[in-house]
Protein backbone atom coordinates (compact mmCIF):
# COMPACT_ATOMS: atom_id res chain seq x y z
CA UNK A 1 0.00 0.00 0.00
CA UNK A 2 1.58 3.36 -1.07
CA UNK A 3 0.15 6.64 -0.28
CA UNK A 4 0.35 9.57 -2.62
CA UNK A 5 -0.03 13.49 -1.69
CA UNK A 6 0.36 16.54 -2.92
CA UNK A 7 3.33 18.14 -1.52
CA UNK A 8 4.79 22.32 -2.31
CA UNK A 9 8.46 22.53 -2.69
CA UNK A 10 10.36 22.47 -0.12
CA UNK A 11 14.38 22.12 0.99
CA UNK A 12 15.13 18.26 0.84
CA UNK A 13 15.96 17.85 4.14
CA UNK A 14 12.66 19.78 5.95
CA UNK A 15 9.40 18.01 6.03
CA UNK A 16 6.63 18.00 3.45
CA UNK A 17 4.39 20.75 3.83
CA UNK A 18 0.43 21.05 2.12
CA UNK A 19 -1.77 24.05 0.76
CA UNK A 20 -4.59 21.89 1.65
CA UNK A 21 -3.85 19.16 3.68
CA UNK A 22 -5.73 15.78 2.90
CA UNK A 23 -6.28 12.39 4.89
CA UNK A 24 -3.54 11.13 2.35
CA UNK A 25 -1.24 14.56 3.16
CA UNK A 26 -1.67 13.26 7.04
CA UNK A 27 -0.40 9.82 6.37
CA UNK A 28 2.24 11.20 4.03
CA UNK A 29 3.87 13.67 6.95
CA UNK A 30 3.02 10.72 9.53
CA UNK A 31 5.51 8.52 7.50
CA UNK A 32 8.20 11.21 6.65
CA UNK A 33 8.23 11.65 10.75
CA UNK A 34 8.81 8.06 11.63
CA UNK A 35 11.51 7.83 8.37
CA UNK A 36 13.13 10.80 10.54
CA UNK A 37 13.13 9.16 13.73
CA UNK A 38 10.77 11.36 15.15
CA UNK A 39 7.86 9.96 17.57
CA UNK A 40 4.88 10.16 15.76
CA UNK A 41 2.22 11.54 18.08
CA UNK A 42 -1.06 12.73 17.23
CA UNK A 43 -0.75 16.13 18.67
CA UNK A 44 2.82 16.97 16.87
CA UNK A 45 1.32 15.33 13.49
CA UNK A 46 -1.93 17.59 13.46
CA UNK A 47 0.17 20.60 14.73
CA UNK A 48 2.94 20.18 11.89
CA UNK A 49 -1.13 19.61 9.52
CA UNK A 50 -2.51 22.72 11.05
CA UNK A 51 -5.40 20.84 11.89
CA UNK A 52 -7.66 20.00 14.90
CA UNK A 53 -6.71 16.59 16.55
CA UNK A 54 -10.34 15.66 15.89
CA UNK A 55 -10.03 16.24 12.21
CA UNK A 56 -6.64 14.12 12.14
CA UNK A 57 -8.28 11.04 14.16
CA UNK A 58 -11.47 10.99 12.02
CA UNK A 59 -8.91 11.16 8.93
CA UNK A 60 -6.56 8.24 10.46
CA UNK A 61 -7.94 6.37 12.93
CA UNK A 62 -6.44 6.06 16.56
CA UNK A 63 -2.40 6.42 16.64
CA UNK A 64 -1.97 2.12 16.57
CA UNK A 65 -3.91 2.68 13.17
CA UNK A 66 -1.85 5.05 11.92
CA UNK A 67 1.38 3.45 12.99
CA UNK A 68 0.24 0.47 11.05
CA UNK A 69 -0.46 2.35 8.36
CA UNK A 70 2.61 4.16 8.50
CA UNK A 71 5.13 1.07 8.65
CA UNK A 72 3.53 -0.91 5.91
CA UNK A 73 4.19 1.87 3.98
CA UNK A 74 7.54 1.89 4.89
CA UNK A 75 8.60 -1.43 4.04
CA UNK A 76 7.52 -2.05 1.12
CA UNK A 77 10.63 -1.77 -0.52
CA UNK A 78 12.54 -3.83 1.94
CA UNK A 79 10.47 -6.89 0.84
CA UNK A 80 10.97 -5.56 -3.07
CA UNK A 81 15.06 -5.73 -2.73
CA UNK A 82 15.08 -8.96 -0.51
CA UNK A 83 12.98 -10.52 -3.06
CA UNK A 84 14.63 -9.59 -6.22
CA UNK A 85 18.37 -10.20 -4.44
CA UNK A 86 16.88 -13.75 -2.84
CA UNK A 87 19.07 -16.91 -4.05
CA UNK A 88 18.22 -20.69 -4.45
CA UNK A 89 15.01 -21.86 -5.83
CA UNK A 90 11.83 -23.49 -4.58
CA UNK A 91 11.12 -23.47 -0.90
CA UNK A 92 14.60 -21.95 -0.58
CA UNK A 93 14.12 -18.95 -2.43
CA UNK A 94 11.33 -18.16 -0.15
CA UNK A 95 13.10 -18.69 2.77
CA UNK A 96 16.13 -16.53 1.74
CA UNK A 97 13.92 -13.89 0.69
CA UNK A 98 12.01 -13.95 3.89
CA UNK A 99 15.60 -13.73 5.77
CA UNK A 100 16.72 -10.79 3.63
CA UNK A 101 13.26 -9.20 4.43
CA UNK A 102 13.68 -9.42 8.03
CA UNK A 103 17.38 -8.42 8.21
CA UNK A 104 16.43 -5.43 6.42
CA UNK A 105 13.55 -4.48 8.72
CA UNK A 106 16.30 -4.76 11.69
CA UNK A 107 18.53 -3.03 9.73
CA UNK A 108 15.73 0.16 8.77
CA UNK A 109 16.84 2.09 11.75
CA UNK A 110 13.24 4.03 11.56
CA UNK A 111 11.61 0.93 12.60
CA UNK A 112 14.17 -0.16 15.19
CA UNK A 113 14.26 2.88 17.11
CA UNK A 114 9.91 2.68 16.91
CA UNK A 115 10.22 -0.77 18.58
CA UNK A 116 12.92 -0.42 21.54
CA UNK A 117 11.24 3.11 22.36
CA UNK A 118 7.66 2.27 22.29
CA UNK A 119 7.99 -1.46 22.86
CA UNK A 120 4.37 -1.88 23.79
CA UNK A 121 2.63 0.09 21.12
CA UNK A 122 5.54 -1.63 18.34
CA UNK A 123 4.06 -5.12 19.29
CA UNK A 124 0.48 -4.41 19.30
CA UNK A 125 0.93 -2.86 15.84
CA UNK A 126 2.91 -5.49 14.96
CA UNK A 127 1.43 -8.36 15.92
CA UNK A 128 -2.11 -7.56 15.20
CA UNK A 129 -3.86 -10.30 13.48
CA UNK A 130 -5.90 -8.43 11.45
CA UNK A 131 -3.40 -5.30 11.13
CA UNK A 132 -2.21 -4.06 7.74
CA UNK A 133 1.61 -5.12 8.48
CA UNK A 134 1.02 -8.81 9.39
CA UNK A 135 -1.68 -9.41 6.47
CA UNK A 136 0.96 -7.87 4.00
CA UNK A 137 3.91 -10.55 4.92
CA UNK A 138 1.36 -13.29 4.98
CA UNK A 139 0.16 -12.03 1.39
CA UNK A 140 4.02 -11.76 0.24
CA UNK A 141 4.50 -15.41 1.99
CA UNK A 142 1.71 -16.29 -0.15
CA UNK A 143 2.73 -14.83 -3.69
CA UNK A 144 6.48 -16.03 -3.24
CA UNK A 145 5.25 -19.45 -2.92
CA UNK A 146 3.24 -19.73 -6.16
CA UNK A 147 5.92 -18.35 -8.07
CA UNK A 148 8.84 -19.99 -6.81
CA UNK A 149 7.04 -22.76 -5.65
CA UNK A 150 4.20 -23.44 -7.20
CA UNK A 151 4.10 -27.07 -6.90
CA UNK A 152 3.45 -26.57 -2.79
CA UNK A 153 0.14 -26.16 -1.93
CA UNK A 154 -0.15 -24.57 1.64
CA UNK A 155 -3.48 -23.00 3.27
CA UNK A 156 -3.76 -19.50 3.48
CA UNK A 157 -4.37 -19.81 6.84
CA UNK A 158 -0.82 -21.13 7.03
CA UNK A 159 0.96 -18.07 6.09
CA UNK A 160 -1.32 -15.99 7.90
CA UNK A 161 0.38 -17.95 11.31
CA UNK A 162 4.12 -18.13 9.65
CA UNK A 163 4.03 -14.30 9.65
CA UNK A 164 2.39 -13.64 12.86
CA UNK A 165 4.88 -16.46 14.09
CA UNK A 166 8.17 -14.65 12.04
CA UNK A 167 7.10 -10.93 13.08
CA UNK A 168 6.77 -11.87 16.84
CA UNK A 169 10.13 -14.35 17.03
CA UNK A 170 11.48 -11.26 14.91
CA UNK A 171 9.98 -7.90 17.07
CA UNK A 172 9.90 -9.06 20.46
CA UNK A 173 13.44 -9.42 21.05
CA UNK A 174 14.50 -6.35 19.24
CA UNK A 175 11.49 -4.50 21.73
CA UNK A 176 13.54 -6.52 24.64
CA UNK A 177 16.87 -4.39 23.21
CA UNK A 178 18.37 -8.57 22.11
CA UNK A 179 19.42 -9.68 19.42
CA UNK A 180 17.13 -11.84 17.20
CA UNK A 181 17.59 -15.32 16.06
CA UNK A 182 16.54 -15.05 12.74
CA UNK A 183 17.66 -18.23 11.92
CA UNK A 184 16.02 -19.81 14.15
CA UNK A 185 13.09 -18.65 12.82
CA UNK A 186 13.83 -19.00 9.51
CA UNK A 187 14.10 -22.87 10.63
CA UNK A 188 11.14 -23.08 11.57
CA UNK A 189 9.21 -21.98 8.93
CA UNK A 190 11.42 -24.41 6.74
CA UNK A 191 9.85 -26.95 8.75
CA UNK A 192 6.53 -25.83 8.05
CA UNK A 193 7.08 -25.24 4.23
CA UNK A 194 8.68 -28.50 3.37
CA UNK A 195 6.11 -30.67 5.20
CA UNK A 196 3.48 -29.29 2.85
CA UNK A 197 5.98 -29.61 -0.05
CA UNK A 198 6.03 -33.56 0.96
CA UNK A 199 2.60 -33.56 1.57
CA UNK A 200 2.07 -32.22 -2.33
CA UNK A 201 4.51 -34.83 -3.50
CA UNK A 202 2.52 -37.62 -1.44
CA UNK A 203 -1.13 -36.89 -1.09
CA UNK A 204 -1.44 -39.76 1.60
CA UNK A 205 0.05 -38.07 4.01
CA UNK A 206 -1.36 -34.52 6.33
CA UNK A 207 1.11 -31.76 7.85
CA UNK A 208 0.84 -31.13 11.18
CA UNK A 209 -1.17 -27.61 11.03
CA UNK A 210 0.29 -24.79 12.83
Known amino acids: MQYSATVSSQPDDGPPSF ?29 HLDIGRSTLYRWVGDREKLMDQVILASIGDIWDEARRGADGAGVDRVLDATRRFMQGCIDFEPLATFARREPNLALRVLLDPDGLVTGALARNLSREVAVAAPGVAVPERTFEVLALAATALLWAHVAASRDPDIDATIDIMRTVLTAHARVTESPGAEPDQP
Open 19 to 47: RKPTASDARTMATWLFRHGERVDMHTLAT
